[in-house]
């Protein structure tokens, strides 16, 4: 749930391609195209997402199950999207690929 004006709104994470932050801003990417922004900081985001998403950069989240690849400092998101990596978290980010390509294939 994310504070809007008005209220409060809630967003299904498989929605989500990836979050960032700047400043004290949240922008969430979502698989329609459309941005949302709200006060906050990752460390609180964080908590309230699952284990799809990853933290490949400081200012980045991104959905594991929208992960299309990445090489080079970056990831690559449907609709061309791309967001940084950090060097030190690629490989990292391999292992959680892996990780969450297997529960996915045990769900079925």
Do not use: W
């Amino acid at each position: 749930m994310l504070p809007q004006a008005g209220g409060r709104e809630v967003i299904p994470l498989e929605q989500l391609v990836y979050c960032e932050v700047q400043g004290r801003r949240l922008y969430l990417h979502r698989l329609d195209g459309s941005v949302l922004d709200c006060p906050g900081r990752m460390k609180e985001l964080e908590g309230q997402l699952d284990g799809r998403f990853f933290k490949c950069h400081r200012s980045y989240l991104v959905n594991l199950d929208h992960l299309q690849g990445f090489g080079g400092g970056l990831a690559r998101l449907p609709g061309g999207g791309q967001v940084p990596v950090s060097r030190l978290r690629e490989q990292e980010l391999a292992t959680a690929l892996l990780r969450r390509m297997r529960q996915r294939e045990e769900a079925r």
